[in-house]
T-cell receptor, first 112, second 111 residues
Framework: DSGVTQTPKHLITATGQRVTLRCSPR?????VYWYQQSLDQGLQFLIQ???????AKGNILERFSAQQFPDLHSELNLSSLELGDSALYFC???????????FGPGTRLTVL | ELKVEQNPLFLSMQEGKNYTIYCNYS?????LYWYRQDPGKSLESLFV?????AVKQEGRLMASLDTKARLSTLHITAAVHDLSATYFC???????????FGAGTILRVKS
């Protein structure tokens, strides 16, 4: 158990809908990273937040957004969902010591 | 753009045999990470390699880093079935920020 929690574990929704994925980092970690894992794209970095501020952005679509709250939990919002958005979404925290990142259990999103 | 390449992408091994997974990357970095992922599960951190010549060992797995060659290896000694998983290497592209992952190596250890 990495200490990173994510909810929900599974999410099934329809095209065009909007969903919110939630992540709580390990105690003491200020950074939260979001990654998407799919069969065709592999593991892709989406976005990083550090202590409430956006720190780095990767291959994140404009339909996706994220934020980190004062209690350091983070939410990833995915809107106007398409079939191709079906994937495992991981949150990681850490980055403090040698940028080692600890991954949560993931949210499996299925868009029908 | 940083690229991370792993090979092989699929490895079927007999129990008791040795093998090596290779991870090449395209730009200068002195931080490399190895993760393990079981099917449908999360990524588990295995090794953090921080400098040229770094070597880390845990059980039957040993990882090394050659920053001049931009190459890391994950060596498996006397494989056992429990090592069956997907192994990823990842490179730190910008300090404290994103990790760029290789495609992963699916390891199957057959008894």
């Amino acid at each position: 158990d990495s200490g990173v929690t994510q909810t929900p574990k599974h999410l099934i929704t329809a095209t065009g809908q909007r969903v919110t994925l939630r992540c709580s980092p390990r105690s003491g970690d200020l950074s939260v990273y979001w990654y998407q894992q799919s069969l065709d794209q592999g593991l892709q970095f989406l976005i990083q937040y550090y202590n409430g501020e956006e720190r780095a952005k990767g291959n994140i679509l404009e339909r996706f957004s994220a934020q980190q709250f004062p209690d350091l939990h983070s939410e990833l919002n995915l809107s106007s969902l398409e079939l191709g958005d079906s994937a495992l979404y991981f949150c990681a925290s850490g980055g403090t010591v040698h940028n080692e990142q600890f991954f949560g259990p993931g949210t499996r999103l299925t868009v029908l | 753009e940083l690229k991370v390449e792993q090979n092989p992408l699929f490895l079927s091994m007999q129990e008791g045999k040795n093998y090596t997974i290779y991870c090449n990357y395209s730009t200068t970095s002195d931080r490399l990470y190895w993760y393990r992922q079981d099917p449908g599960k999360s990524l588990e951190s295995l090794f953090v390699l921080l400098s040229n010549g770094a070597v880390k060992q845990e059980g039957r797995l040993m990882a090394s880093l050659d920053t001049k060659a931009r190459l890391s290896t994950l060596h498996i000694t006397a494989a056992v079935h429990d090592l069956s998983a997907t192994y990823f290497c990842a490179v730190d592209m910008e300090y404290g920020n994103k990790l760029v992952f290789g495609a992963g190596t699916i390891l199957r250890v057959k008894s």
